[in-house]
């Protein structure tokens, strides 16, 4: 499994790397030999009296952060719900104790800071299955909301349901009727990375905000449905649709 590690400078660039199984960072004093040849390196951070050298990454990414609330729990990747020690109760935790206490549900299920490997198809299905509105602040959850969200969502990830339920129930089913209450399914772009986000507002009604959120509009007519441009959902959606075409 991936290991993520970021490296945070003052002025809010980040460094963010992806380490594959064997892939490592390593730290030496100027002068040292390197223990794996240097023509191997994906990242060498040279600091005066130390010198950072990463090896084996599968992702190398700089970017700068302009959100000053994110630092308080900077470098801090959660529990990679696929393993098979996920610490669910931590990934609780971090979803409690999220500092951004009106941020939707919807972003923070998909926010690596509080769990890693949710998918945006996993989000949207366990969001109907719990019957929770996406634009629900987090800071509005209970304890027990929360923890039955994770579990859900680690059940989904470990029993791979794209493969044992190729039917969805709402992904992917804009226009459509809910197969809960019978409403019309809505699709939108949402959050800071604007994915797409399926949902019933007919029965996902648990925390719904009094008010619409001003950086979002709450659905998109069916003729202007927002297409996933995320290379796994786009092979998710593909296998989907083979298996379908295969039951008819």
């Given at each position: 499994?991936?290991?993520?590690?970021?490296?945070?400078w003052?002025?809010?660039?980040?460094?963010?790397?992806?380490?594959s199984p064997?892939?490592?960072?390593?730290?030496?004093?100027?002068?040292?030999?390197?223990?794996?040849?240097?023509?191997?390196?994906?990242v060498?951070?040279?600091v005066?009296?130390?010198?950072?050298?990463?090896?084996?990454?599968?992702?190398?990414?700089?970017f700068?952060d302009?959100?000053?609330?994110?630092?308080?729990?900077?470098?801090?990747?959660?529990?990679?719900?696929?393993?098979?020690n996920a610490d669910?109760?931590e990934?609780?935790?971090?979803?409690?104790?999220?500092?951004?206490?009106?941020?939707?549900v919807?972003?923070?299920?998909v926010?690596?800071?509080?769990?890693?490997?949710?998918?945006?198809?996993?989000?949207?299905?366990?969001?109907w299955?719990?019957?929770?509105?996406?634009?629900?602040?987090?800071?509005?959850?209970k304890?027990?909301?929360?923890r039955e969200?994770?579990t859900?969502?680690r059940?989904?990830?470990?029993?791979?349901?794209?493969?044992q339920?190729?039917?969805?129930?709402?992904?992917?089913?804009?226009?459509?009727?809910?197969?809960?209450?019978a409403?019309?399914i809505k699709v939108?772009?949402?959050g800071?990375?604007?994915?797409?986000?399926?949902?019933c507002?007919?029965?996902?009604?648990?925390h719904q905000?009094?008010?619409?959120?001003?950086?979002?509009?709450?659905?998109?007519e069916?003729?202007?449905?927002?297409?996933?441009?995320?290379p796994?959902a786009?092979?998710?959606?593909?296998?989907?649709?083979?298996r379908?075409?295969?039951n008819?």
């Amino acid at each position: 499994m991936d290991r993520a590690i970021e490296i945070v400078w003052d002025d809010s660039i980040v460094l963010a790397t992806r380490l594959s199984p064997l892939g490592a960072w390593h730290l030496y004093r100027p002068g040292e030999v390197f223990r794996r040849p240097v023509e191997r390196a994906d990242v060498v951070l040279d600091v005066g009296p130390w010198i950072a050298v990463c090896f084996g990454a599968s992702t190398v990414e700089a970017f700068k952060d302009f959100d000053p609330r994110r630092h308080p729990i900077l470098g801090s990747v959660g529990p990679d719900i696929a393993s098979d020690n996920a610490d669910l109760e931590e990934c609780v935790d971090r979803m409690m104790h999220y500092e951004e206490r009106d941020a939707t549900v919807a972003e923070v299920l998909v926010d690596q800071r509080v769990v890693v490997n949710v998918g945006n198809v996993y989000r949207c299905e366990a969001l109907w299955a719990c019957e929770i509105h996406p634009w629900a602040p987090i800071g509005d959850l209970k304890r027990a909301e929360c923890r039955e969200l994770v579990t859900l969502l680690r059940e989904m990830v470990v029993a791979g349901s794209a493969a044992q339920h190729p039917t969805l129930a709402v992904y992917g089913r804009q226009g459509k009727a809910c197969l809960r209450c019978a409403g019309l399914i809505k699709v939108t772009h949402h959050g800071e990375a604007s994915r797409v986000l399926y949902w019933c507002p007919d029965c996902q009604t648990a925390h719904q905000p009094l008010t619409r959120p001003n950086f979002t509009p709450m659905f998109i007519e069916r003729n202007d449905t927002p297409v996933d441009s995320h290379p796994a959902a786009q092979m998710y959606m593909d296998e989907i649709s083979q298996r379908r075409a295969g039951n008819f």
